[in-house]
């Protein structure tokens, strides 16, 4: 079993309609959950970043974490067709050098 | 945010050769760099974990005499792949971890062609 598990789609939605992307874990040690956005044929950008449980918000994008479920989620409003790329989830159990463990990512694509 | 820049972003070699990837950070002095390698439509592979003036952790199944990982300084890393070969052909990523921040700064990314 893969310590972090993502649906590597693809996902296709219209444009404006609201996104939902998930993951998985199973390391309980994990305390930091990243979301990064890649365009193809470039590096990971980072879109949000939670400690521990709750809900964070920004602009259009909100993520979720639920350790009691080991479930975290980034949802996107009024998904544009920029939003189009490949979307990373991530996370660590510490700060200052302890390793970041990715999803497989998932492809998105917004049609307008 | 930070700014992480990684040159050359795209590279062509012979088999056989050595290529030398720069990881810097330009803002922040990183504490620690990771390199990652990435296949098309895969995740981002750890390959190994730098620390300024200390040797590499490398992740298991990475050779570490094919990659020379070089921290030297708190702003710069550098990943050499040496005797290259085609199925070393890949998409070469580096990461910066500022001190006490968990958040990982990405360069852009290096585009390697061994043919």
């Known amino acids: 079993q893969k310590e972090v598990e993502q649906d590597p789609g693809p996902l296709s939605v219209p444009e404006g309609a609201i996104v939902s992307l998930n993951c998985t874990y199973s390391?309980?040690?994990?305390?930091?959950f990243m979301w990064y956005r890649q365009y193809s044929r470039k590096g990971p950008e980072l879109l949000m970043y939670?400690?521990?449980?709750g809900n964070k918000e920004d602009g259009r994008f909100t993520a979720q974490v639920d350790k009691s479920s080991k479930y975290i989620s980034l949802f996107i409003r009024d998904s544009q067709p920029s939003d189009s790329a490949t979307y990373l989830c991530?996370?660590?159990?510490?700060?200052?050098?302890?390793?970041?463990?990715f999803g497989a990512g998932t492809r998105l694509f917004v049609k307008a | 945010g930070a700014v992480v820049s990684q040159h050359p972003s795209w590279v062509i070699c012979k088999s056989g050769t050595s290529v030398k990837i720069e990881c810097r950070s330009l803002?922040?002095?990183?504490?620690?760099m990771f390199w990652y390698r990435q296949f098309p439509k895969q995740s981002l592979m750890l390959m190994a974990t730098?620390?300024?003036?200390?040797?590499?952790?490398?992740e298991q199944g990475v050779e570490k005499d094919k990659f020379l990982i070089n921290h030297a300084s708190l702003t710069l890393s550098t990943l050499t792949v040496t005797s290259a070969h085609p199925e070393d052909s890949s998409f070469y990523i580096c990461?910066?971890?500022?001190?006490?921040?968990?958040?990982?700064?990405f360069g852009q990314g290096t585009r390697l062609t061994v043919v």
């Open positions: 730098s620390n300024e003036g200390s040797k590499a952790t490398y």
């Open positions: 390391n309980s040690a994990f305390q930091y």
């Open positions: 939670t400690y521990s449980s």
């Open positions: 991530a996370m660590s159990a510490g700060t200052g050098g302890f390793k970041t463990i």
């Open positions: 990461s910066a971890d500022r001190y006490r921040n968990t958040e990982a700064f």
């Open positions: 803002d922040f002095q990183a504490t620690t």
